[in-house]
Protein backbone atom coordinates (compact mmCIF):
# COMPACT_ATOMS: atom_id res chain seq x y z
CA UNK A 1 0.00 0.00 0.00
CA UNK A 2 1.13 3.57 -0.95
CA UNK A 3 1.89 5.86 2.05
CA UNK A 4 0.73 9.06 2.80
CA UNK A 5 3.84 10.63 3.25
CA UNK A 6 7.09 9.37 1.54
CA UNK A 7 10.32 10.92 2.77
CA UNK A 8 13.72 10.06 0.43
CA UNK A 9 16.88 11.57 2.22
CA UNK A 10 19.98 11.07 1.97
CA UNK A 11 21.97 8.51 4.65
CA UNK A 12 23.30 11.09 7.17
CA UNK A 13 22.10 10.99 11.03
CA UNK A 14 21.98 15.20 10.28
CA UNK A 15 18.68 14.41 8.40
CA UNK A 16 16.75 12.64 10.85
CA UNK A 17 15.19 15.81 12.57
CA UNK A 18 13.35 15.89 9.23
CA UNK A 19 11.62 12.87 9.52
CA UNK A 20 11.08 14.48 12.98
CA UNK A 21 9.63 17.03 12.14
CA UNK A 22 7.30 15.47 9.52
CA UNK A 23 6.32 13.47 12.22
CA UNK A 24 5.52 15.75 14.55
CA UNK A 25 3.25 17.64 11.64
CA UNK A 26 1.30 14.82 10.71
CA UNK A 27 0.31 13.54 14.40
CA UNK A 28 -0.86 17.28 14.94
CA UNK A 29 -2.60 17.19 12.27
CA UNK A 30 -4.60 13.96 13.73
CA UNK A 31 -5.12 15.41 16.84
CA UNK A 32 -2.95 13.27 18.81
CA UNK A 33 -1.95 14.72 22.13
CA UNK A 34 1.16 16.41 23.38
CA UNK A 35 2.48 12.52 25.03
CA UNK A 36 1.38 11.02 21.50
CA UNK A 37 3.27 13.27 19.58
CA UNK A 38 6.20 13.44 21.50
CA UNK A 39 6.35 9.34 21.61
CA UNK A 40 6.28 9.71 17.86
CA UNK A 41 8.93 11.99 17.70
CA UNK A 42 11.28 9.60 19.88
CA UNK A 43 9.96 6.50 17.79
CA UNK A 44 11.64 7.87 15.15
CA UNK A 45 14.56 9.14 16.07
CA UNK A 46 15.01 5.27 17.97
CA UNK A 47 14.34 3.52 14.67
CA UNK A 48 16.77 6.27 12.65
CA UNK A 49 19.49 4.93 15.18
CA UNK A 50 18.43 1.16 14.51
CA UNK A 51 18.63 1.48 10.56
CA UNK A 52 21.48 4.27 10.20
CA UNK A 53 24.53 2.41 11.08
CA UNK A 54 23.83 -0.50 8.47
CA UNK A 55 23.27 1.57 5.40
CA UNK A 56 24.94 2.26 2.45
CA UNK A 57 26.57 5.75 2.20
CA UNK A 58 25.46 6.23 -1.38
CA UNK A 59 22.08 5.40 -0.56
CA UNK A 60 18.67 6.60 0.75
CA UNK A 61 16.68 7.00 3.73
CA UNK A 62 13.44 6.33 3.12
CA UNK A 63 10.43 6.93 5.38
CA UNK A 64 6.46 6.42 4.69
CA UNK A 65 3.91 7.64 6.62
CA UNK A 66 0.55 5.85 6.78
CA UNK A 67 -2.10 7.54 8.74
CA UNK A 68 -5.85 7.14 10.35
CA UNK A 69 -7.80 9.12 12.67
CA UNK A 70 -6.25 7.55 15.35
CA UNK A 71 -2.58 5.88 14.58
CA UNK A 72 0.64 6.81 12.47
CA UNK A 73 2.25 4.06 10.92
CA UNK A 74 5.56 4.49 9.99
CA UNK A 75 8.06 2.38 7.91
CA UNK A 76 11.90 3.57 7.63
CA UNK A 77 14.36 1.71 5.49
CA UNK A 78 17.85 1.93 4.31
CA UNK A 79 19.76 -0.26 1.48
CA UNK A 80 22.34 -2.15 2.47
CA UNK A 81 25.20 -4.34 1.26
CA UNK A 82 24.05 -7.83 0.14
CA UNK A 83 22.43 -9.92 2.61
CA UNK A 84 23.68 -9.30 5.49
CA UNK A 85 21.92 -9.78 8.44
CA UNK A 86 22.28 -6.98 12.00
CA UNK A 87 22.99 -7.56 14.90
CA UNK A 88 19.70 -8.91 17.44
CA UNK A 89 18.38 -5.07 17.47
CA UNK A 90 16.64 -7.22 20.75
CA UNK A 91 19.71 -6.37 23.09
CA UNK A 92 20.17 -2.75 21.51
CA UNK A 93 19.01 0.09 23.71
CA UNK A 94 16.90 2.05 20.84
CA UNK A 95 14.78 -0.92 20.19
CA UNK A 96 14.18 -1.18 23.73
CA UNK A 97 12.93 2.33 23.77
CA UNK A 98 11.06 2.08 20.12
CA UNK A 99 9.04 -1.11 21.93
CA UNK A 100 8.13 0.92 24.79
CA UNK A 101 6.69 3.78 23.07
CA UNK A 102 4.63 2.31 20.23
CA UNK A 103 1.95 -0.55 19.77
CA UNK A 104 4.13 -2.54 17.50
CA UNK A 105 7.57 -2.68 16.26
CA UNK A 106 9.55 -4.88 13.97
CA UNK A 107 12.83 -4.61 12.11
CA UNK A 108 12.56 -6.69 8.71
CA UNK A 109 15.67 -7.24 6.86
CA UNK A 110 15.50 -8.19 2.89
CA UNK A 111 17.96 -8.13 -0.09
CA UNK A 112 19.67 -5.52 0.71
CA UNK A 113 16.95 -3.68 2.68
CA UNK A 114 16.79 -2.77 6.59
CA UNK A 115 13.84 -1.27 8.02
CA UNK A 116 11.99 -0.39 11.25
CA UNK A 117 8.02 -0.59 11.09
CA UNK A 118 6.48 0.99 14.25
CA UNK A 119 2.77 2.08 14.91
CA UNK A 120 1.78 5.11 17.17
CA UNK A 121 -1.43 5.15 18.64
CA UNK A 122 -3.43 8.08 19.86
CA UNK A 123 -5.02 8.35 23.62
CA UNK A 124 -7.25 10.98 22.59
CA UNK A 125 -10.42 10.27 23.58
CA UNK A 126 -12.83 11.45 21.11
Given amino acids: MRPDV ?3 LPVDPAFVSVLRATAVSLAARLNFTIDDIEDLRMA ?3 A ?4 LPHAQADGD ?3 GFH ?8 R ?6 GTATPPAAEEDFAWQVLSA ?7 QT ?3 SYAAIFTVHSTATV
Fill in 67 to 74: TAPDKVEV
Fill in 61 to 63: LVA
Fill in 44 to 46: VSE
Fill in 110 to 112: GEG
Fill in 76 to 81: ISVPTS
Fill in 6 to 8: ELR
Fill in 48 to 51: SALV
Fill in 101 to 107: LTTHAEL
